[in-house]
């Protein structure tokens, strides 16, 4: 059987270059057997014209909110009302801002406006635009209403910028649109009635009003394993320090900064959790003292004297009752010892081991390759896999141990 066999997915096509993708995005979704009912804006009239999409899905094509074709049905409305699932792709600067605002002044702004889909969001912008803090904020706003975003890729774009902002592949697009009706189909809730408490990001301590000590960590991991435990029915606490990804709707979110933010944090959800997974980068030192002003500049060597942080992991080990305690342990070298040691030191139930110096295992990347070490000696050593994957496979695992059943029952 077709994977979205069934599935009637409206795509709004937006006014940039990365348009031509979404022609050859048509022919995948149709090919898997959706029925895709393609929507352009004014300005993607300028890089594709609608009889291509209308040759590739064998469906007409929308552009003009006040066309209506039949007189029984209100365009927009109806295809709002029919969809399974919107995907905006390419979204640009522009159409996520409207999307963000409220704005509904053409056919494809006043269709999502309607709808009670769920929306997917493909953004493809130059580096500059897609980092600009407008932009940012219109995508946590969206974020926030429960769309749902496929991140962009790296490299070199039309304008001739390199960085991030290129379109997700059709392949990459096409994946998400199957995960998602996978994830809809399965409609696990196999931690219904579980608390969750999730940390995410870095941590940052001041040194004075303008510096701090921080890490690379993005926060990926986190929210991901965040978004997992929310999908399969826990009530879920997402602990997260500065990052630049949106929050994820339906959790309950808590923003912190410091180790010391973070700590409180944690010690006053840990009564009410049943699963802890701390998957943040915590500043293991902190300045002993805090500047009140800048520090100036000055010739010859500067020491900072630090003092070592509270040890958020190590007090949650001590203090944990019937919690489910995972950890990660993020290394470069000895990876497997290191992790072993941290899971019997800080009295954990699981961790989570990854070099960050292997290819697509690194702070900030959309991958990870993981193994998995838990307190009664088992092991299991994962491929790489999206984040996501990672993170269903981590509660996949704990569930196996909390049924007292073998990880190799699952994974």
Not at 186 to 197: E, F, S, Y
Not at 286 to 296: D, F, G, S
Request: one cysteine or more; hydrophobic letters at 45%.
């Amino acid at each position: 059987m077709q994977p979205l066999q069934g599935k009637r997915i409206v795509l709004g096509v937006t006014g940039g270059i990365a348009a031509y993708k979404a022609a050859a995005l048509t022919s995948k979704l149709t090919q898997a057997g959706a029925e895709v009912h393609v929507v352009m804006t004014e300005h993607a009239l300028q890089f594709v014209q609608p009889a291509t999409f209308q040759a590739l899905s064998h469906q007409p094509v929308h552009v003009n909110t006040f066309y209506e074709p039949d007189p029984q049905v209100i365009a927009h409305i109806d295809l709002a009302d029919k969809a399974d699932l919107v995907l905006i792709a390419p979204a640009t600067a522009n159409i996520i801002g409207k999307m963000a605002n409220g704005i509904a002044d053409d056919m494809l702004t006043t269709t999502v406006l309607a709808t009670k889909a769920p929306v997917l969001v493909a953004p493809a912008m130059n580096v500059n635009m897609y980092a600009h803090p407008a932009v940012q904020a219109n995508m946590k706003r969206l974020a926030e209403y429960g769309y749902r975003f496929i991140e962009p890729g790296e490299g070199l774009l039309a304008c001739g910028w390199i960085g991030k902002g290129r379109l997700a592949e059709p392949e990459e697009i096409l994946e998400a649109v199957i995960g998602f009706f996978a994830q809809q189909t399965a409609a696990r809730q196999d931690l219904k009635g579980k608390q969750v408490l999730v940390t995410a990001g870095p941590t940052r301590e001041k040194i004075d009003p303008v510096r701090y000590i921080s890490n690379h960590s993005s926060g990926k991991m986190g929210y991901a394993i965040a978004e997992a435990a929310r999908d399969r029915g826990a009530k879920v606490v997402l602990i997260s320090g500065p990052t630049a990804l949106p929050r994820p709707a339906g959790v309950a979110f808590v923003a912190v900064e410091s180790v010391q933010e973070m700590y409180d944090a944690v010690m006053e959800h840990l009564p009410h959790t049943d699963i802890v997974i701390k998957a943040a980068a915590v500043s293991d030192y902190r300045p002993k003292e805090v500047q009140t002003h800048k520090m100036k500049k000055s010739d010859g060597p500067f020491q900072l004297e630090l003092d070592k942080a509270p040890d958020i992991l190590q007090t949650i080990g001590e203090k944990k009752t019937h919690q489910f305690v995972v950890g990660f342990a993020a290394e470069t070298q000895d990876v497997l010892k290191h992790a072993k040691g941290k899971l019997e030191r800080k009295n954990l139930d699981m961790i989570v081991a990854n070099d960050v110096l292997m290819e697509g295992a690194g702070m900030g990347s959309d991958t990870n390759i993981v193994t998995l070490l838990t307190r009664d000696g088992e092991r299991v050593e994962l491929a790489k896999l999206s984040k996501r994957e990672v993170a269903e496979k981590i509660f996949d695992a704990v569930l196996m141990k909390l049924a007292n059943r073998p990880l190799s029952a699952a994974l």
